[in-house]
């Protein structure tokens, strides 16, 4: 919901709107002076102008027009001059970095960043008004003046190019809006707006966990972390400022200011970064879609590979509440023969509900410590919610602001009447990760890291800095204290975690937030876990069923299917959550899902091992893992689970089947084999699981028989399922697998054993 006439505490910041008002100066770029070919540096000039109502033909617009300054003392330039440095992290990246701050460029450290390499094998050398330099993957052209940078892969394409006044051929000057930056006239602060060109038929695919639609061309896209109450809106809970082209690169906006990606939503022939800050650095990326994905995770860190136990069901709801049902849910699971791995803790875990202290209720809960080793005997792992947020009657909440653990305003008071943890105080990770290692050493092998979305844009943080730009980094820091602490007690790294930013994918695992229980939920649901995925993070979830009341049976079946395909699987939200509270005939079906989900279990983890390696999702758009594909580019309701199996969930009441898109090559059911030919629409019956699942010929799937815990399987079991038509047609070819008998052996080193399966 968005309230248009007032702002807010906790609106989304649209930079964008600072560069369409009447009011600011504007400074467009100019042209590039003082460039050294050693360095790489050089200084970029702008023009100073003004946008002025001109009526016309009985309408009203508002172009650019030249301005002068009308200041006192004359002291400010017209045509200010800012330092730029191009940099090369890597064959595939060039890196421009410039700032319009009037102070030196700053290479501060950066939480964001796990790699900040260069590289030295560059060909410089100057060219007729510019330079150009090359390596084995890009050639990129500057031209001084007008100024303009030019991206194109090895192969000579341009990729995309830096875009200046010059360059529009529209009635109105401010079409499009050049490379540029603005000064507010409200506080005189600096905006960025970083311009790039859009060509014919060129699609756009990341921005984090977005809702809206797979494809981004057409939309504005505002990052700014929220609680958005939902899945069917344009707010996220993890936006993450990279993005990627079907034309063959991507772009990296480090910051942690609130960013505006504006897909030619304004005029169609410009992508426009807004920036909320005065710095503009940007990772700019060639490659294929994987290549991309991976360059960009060397960038800001790959996922760890969270353990075997975490693959396994959550059972959850909101909430459980005390001993005795812990142990009647962890009871109603043996005798109903769900496999499961973790039973998850919600609000009700402490004296009251929500009241976050990181003490099990004395009243509810006998011997939490005992209660905890006897569900891990049964093979059962507990995971705990908790919040940074303390509530006035909070016990704690004395202690977190006496010791000045909390966000304050300027003021040195607290901006609400919560005590909200600042995660940039060393000080205050500490205690936090105190808190949770009490809990971790009781036997809790996981914390779900709620919430983190509301650090307060009026807070002045022990970082030095305002809430704009640490609003968006609070989710990693809140991600990486949490972690860490789990990393070194148990030696396992898993969260449950809702809110993101760039390099959260560093601290698995994530899930899509408050989804609403219907088809439409669903389908966005995916949406975001697709995006998500092609923004660098290999694992996410989902609340299977929905969030927000008591799932209904005929979307739960549909949406159990989806979760089989899920790097993560949890049944969360109101209740009743448990299979066995619905009908006879779920039951028995979610038995017969979650039985597949653990048949799978090696051929998951296996594309775990390898995904988390490469920085690619275990979900996986059509459009990453087929590029070249036309048909994959604006699929957003089916997708590739690891590398071999497609996955197209049913999205409508009582569906019988669906029409799924193939790409080339022979596609085999998972479970009947039935043969269809790609390269073109089908209209595929559901399989007994409530949804469609084909394997590409030639693919070797690793199954075990079911088990109710994935510390029950029985690794002799393992059998490697080979999809093809004729039998005889891939005799010799070598399927790499991790040798899962590691697991009798050390199941901490899983992922250095390899086994060749031939056929």
């Given at each position: 919901m968005k309230i248009e006439n007032y702002d807010y505490l906790g609106q989304q910041i649209d930079i964008s709107k600072h560069f369409y008002s009447i009011g600011n100066t504007y400074y467009n770029i100019s042209e590039m002076t003082d460039f050294n070919l050693d360095t790489m540096m050089g200084n970029i000039k702008f023009t100073r102008h003004e946008r002025k109502g001109r009526m016309a033909f009985n309408m009203y617009t508002c172009p650019f027009e030249d301005s002068q300054s009308w200041a006192f003392p004359p002291a400010y330039s017209d045509t200010p001059s800012y330092p730029i440095r191009i940099s090369f992290p890597a064959e595939n990246i060039v890196r421009i970095y410039t700032s319009y701050s009037n102070l030196p460029l700053d290479d501060?450290?950066?939480?964001?960043?796990?790699?900040?390499?260069?590289?030295?094998?560059?060909?410089?050398?100057?060219?007729?008004?510019?330079?150009?330099f090359t390596t084995k993957a890009l050639e990129v052209e500057i031209k001084f003046s007008p100024f303009s940078i030019i991206i194109r892969d090895k192969d000579g394409k341009i990729l995309t190019k830096t875009l200046n006044s010059e360059d529009g051929k529209c009635l109105l000057n401010c079409n499009p809006l050049p490379f540029s930056y603005v000064r507010t006239v409200s506080d005189l602060k600096k905006y960025a707006a970083a311009s790039f060109s859009v060509f014919p038929n060129e699609h756009f695919y990341g921005c984090g966990e977005s809702f809206t639609k797979l494809d981004k061309t057409g939309q504005k896209v505002v990052l700014w972390t929220k609680d958005a109450h939902g899945v069917q809106s344009?707010?996220?809970?993890?936006?993450?400022?990279?993005?990627?082209?079907?034309?063959?690169?991507?772009?990296?906006?480090?910051?942690?200011?609130?960013?505006?990606?504006?897909?030619?939503?304004?005029?169609?022939?410009?992508?426009?970064?807004?920036?909320?800050?005065?710095?503009?650095?940007?990772?700019?990326?060639?490659?294929t879609p994987k290549e991309i994905l991976e360059s960009y995770t060397e960038i800001t860190g790959k996922s760890q590979?969270?353990?075997?136990?975490?693959?396994?069901?959550?059972?959850?709801?909101?909430?459980?509440?005390?001993?005795?049902?812990?142990?009647?849910?962890?009871?109603?699971?043996?005798?109903?023969?769900?496999?499961?791995?973790?039973?998850?803790?919600?609000?009700g875990w402490f004296e009251h509900d929500w009241r976050c202290d990181y003490q099990f209720s004395h009243s509810r809960f006998d011997d939490p410590e005992k209660m905890i080793q006897d569900l891990k005997g049964d093979g059962y792992h507990i995971c705990l919610w908790q919040l940074p947020y303390f509530t006035p009657n909070n016990v704690l909440y004395k202690e977190v602001v006496e010791n000045e653990f909390a966000v304050v305003n300027s003021d040195g008071r607290l901006p609400t009447d919560d005590a909200i943890l600042d995660f940039s105080n060393p000080e205050a990770v500490k205690w936090y990760q105190n808190k949770l290692k009490q809990l971790l050493e009781l036997g809790v092998s996981a914390i779900k890291v709620d919430?983190?979305?509301?650090?307060?844009?009026?807070?002045?943080f022990h970082s030095g800095k305002s809430g704009m730009l640490e609003h968006n980094l609070y989710p990693l820091r809140y991600n990486k204290a949490a972690s860490d602490i789990i990393k070194e007690v148990t030696g396992e790294p898993v969260i449950w975690a809702r809110s993101a930013w760039a390099g959260s994918q560093r601290y698995p695992l994530h899930w899509g937030g408050d989804a609403e229980n219907t088809n439409m939920g669903m389908l966005a649901s995916l949406r975001g876990g697709l995006s998500f995925g092609m923004s660098?993070?290999?694992?996410?979830?989902?609340?299977?069923?929905?969030?927000?009341?008591?799932?209904?049976?005929?979307?739960?079946?549909?949406?159990?299917?989806?979760?089989i395909f899920t790097s993560h699987m949890r049944c969360h939200g109101a209740p009743p959550k448990e299979p066995w509270c619905y009908s006879k005939e779920f039951l028995e079906l979610f038995r017969k899902q979650l039985n597949f989900r653990y048949r799978l279990m090696p051929y998951i983890y296996a594309q775990s091992i390898k995904s988390a390696e490469k920085g690619y999702p275990m979900m996986r758009a059509m459009f990453l893992e087929f590029p070249g594909d036309k048909n994959c580019l604006e699929l957003e309701d089916q997708y590739m689970f690891g590398d071999n199996i497609l996955v197209a969930p049913l999205f409508e009441d009582n569906a019988k089947g669906r029409d799924v898109y193939l790409p080339s090559g022979k596609w085999m059911d998972i479970l009947s084999k039935k043969c269809y030919e790609g390269g073109r629409w089908h209209t595929i019956p559901a399989g007994e699981l409530c949804g469609i699942a084909l394997v590409k010929e030639g693919s070797v799937i690793p199954m075990v028989d079911p088990a109710l815990s994935t510390s029950k399987i029985d690794w002799d079991t393992l059998t490697y399922h080979w999809f093809t038509?004729?039998?005889?047609?891939?005799?010799?070819?070598?399927?790499?697998?991790?040798?899962?008998?590691?697991?009798?052996?050390?199941?901490s080193a899983i992922s250095k054993y390899k086994v060749i399966v031939e056929k």
């Open positions: 501060h450290d950066s939480l964001m960043l796990e790699n900040n390499n260069e590289i030295n094998s560059v060909k410089k050398e100057a060219i007729e008004n510019g330079v150009r344009q707010d996220m809970y993890k936006p993450i400022p990279f993005y990627m082209s079907s034309r063959g690169y991507g772009i990296f906006t480090h910051t942690s200011a609130p960013v505006t990606f504006d897909f030619g939503y304004n005029y169609q022939e410009a992508q426009t970064i807004f920036i909320g800050e005065e710095d503009v650095d940007l990772f700019v990326i060639a490659g590979v969270p353990p075997l136990w975490s693959f396994g069901l959550w059972m959850s709801r909101i909430t459980y509440e005390s001993e005795s049902q812990v142990r009647e849910v962890a009871a109603k699971l043996k005798e109903y023969e769900i496999p499961c791995d973790v039973i998850h803790l919600d609000t919430f983190g979305e509301a650090a307060p844009l009026n807070g002045v660098g993070f290999t694992y996410w979830s989902h609340d299977v069923g929905g969030f927000v009341q008591k799932s209904p049976e005929e979307i739960y079946k549909r949406w159990g299917f989806m979760g038509v004729e039998k005889n047609k891939f005799s010799g070819i070598g399927i790499e697998y991790p040798d899962f008998r590691a697991f009798n052996l050390d199941k």
